[in-house]
């Protein structure tokens, strides 16, 4: 039978979700990963980071600019991939 959580279980798993990531937080609170997923692809974006302060935004914006120099430095080393295999094929 599905389990039904208050908008309060919800909104607790939704912000540990966030500081630990959805699997860690569906373990520790005993619930679906899958409906934690669900229930954050469903709240708008505009809304996700309203309940954070500070100090919390501070460090979801270190996370996010972490990932984002991880990527830019996956794409530099793919073009430059790219550019090694293209310039192999011209011969």
């Known amino acids: 039978m599905k389990k039904v959580y208050s908008k309060e279980e919800r909104a607790e798993a939704l912000k540990l979700a966030s500081e630990i990531g959805v699997t860690a937080a569906g373990r520790q609170l005993d619930i679906n990963p899958n409906a934690i997923s669900n229930w954050k ?11 954070l302060n500070d100090e919390e935004l501070r460090k979801e914006n270190l996370r996010l600019k972490k990932e984002l120099a991880e990527k830019a430095e996956e794409v530099e080393i793919l073009q430059a991939a790219l550019g090694f295999f293209a310039k192999d094929r011209k011969k």
């Open 41 to 51: 692809n469903r709240k708008p974006k505009s809304q996700q980071y309203d309940n």
